[in-house]
Nanobody, 120 residues
């Protein structure tokens, strides 16, 4: 009922920047929190950053000061600006959205994931 489409991943050298985007579409009434998670090989999926509909943000300690999450509520889109990238940021990045559907059913949705690779 809801699709999350991510874009912006790729290969970058350490110290470089990337910007991820995630657009939600479907039978959406409203979106509560939106966020970015990542999963490196052999590791569990972890929260990178999230943002409420009101704009309150939360970051993992490992990315504070380097990453910035933002959203455009009119476009149902969340962004992740990643600066000063490090090799340890290499992972598949997943978008997440907590959606209130037009049916008033609330559900978490995930994007398909986008690969971010940071070379040293």
């Amino acid at each position: 009922q809801v699709q999350l489409v991510e874009s912006g991943g790729g290969l970058v050298q350490a110290g470089g920047s990337l910007r991820l985007s995630c657009a939600a579409s479907g039978r959406i009434f409203s979106i509560n929190a939106m966020g970015w998670y990542r999963q490196a090989p052999g590791n569990q999926r972890e929260l990178v950053a999230d943002i409420t509909s009101g704009g309150s943000t939360k970051y993992a300690d490992s990315v504070k000061g380097r990453f910035t999450i933002s959203r455009d509520n009119a476009k149902n889109t969340v962004y992740l600006q990643m600066n000063s990238l490090k090799p340890e940021d290499t992972a598949v990045y997943y978008c997440n959205a907590n959606v209130l559907l037009v049916s008033r059913f609330q559900h978490d949705y995930w994007g398909q994931g986008t690969q971010v690779t940071v070379s040293s």
